[in-house]
């Protein structure tokens, strides 16, 4: 079975940093591609990020470009998400999502259980 952990959310004011975790078990970690997402309350859920499944490429939504990035530790099956100069609508609920197809589809497979990323002003 897929299994996809979250971790490293929190509570933290404007402009400061947070580091996100995913650590994957259950497949093979470099066959599959793995995103980031959230999904602030009221609002749909939205990409943020994507490395590919052989690490070679990576992804941003235009609002977290030059503020977060996303990184692979295959070592130890992790994703991580970098997240820096940290605004209040960054606020949601993150999740880190996997699919053997790649980052260019419409529905990733499976999914972790989410972590909560609160920015106070």
């Known amino acids: 079975e897929v299994q996809l952990v979250e971790s490293g959310g929190g509570l933290v004011q404007a402009g400061g940093s947070l580091r996100l975790s995913c650590a994957a078990s259950g497949f093979t970690f470099d066959d599959y591609a793995i995103g980031w997402f959230r999904q602030a309350p009221g609002k749909e859920r939205e990409g943020v990020s994507c490395?590919?499944?052989?690490?070679?490429?990576?992804y941003y939504a235009d609002s977290v470009k030059g503020r977060f990035t996303i990184s692979s530790d295959n070592a130890k099956n992790t994703v991580y998400l970098q997240m820096n100069s940290l605004k209040p609508e960054d606020t949601a609920v993150y999740y880190c999502?996997?699919?053997?197809?790649?980052?260019?589809?419409?529905?990733?497979?499976?999914w972790g259980q989410g972590t909560q990323v609160t920015v106070s002003s």
């Open positions: 490395i590919s499944s052989r690490r070679g490429s990576t």
């Open positions: 999502a996997a699919d053997r197809a790649g980052c260019l589809v419409p529905l990733f497979g499976s």
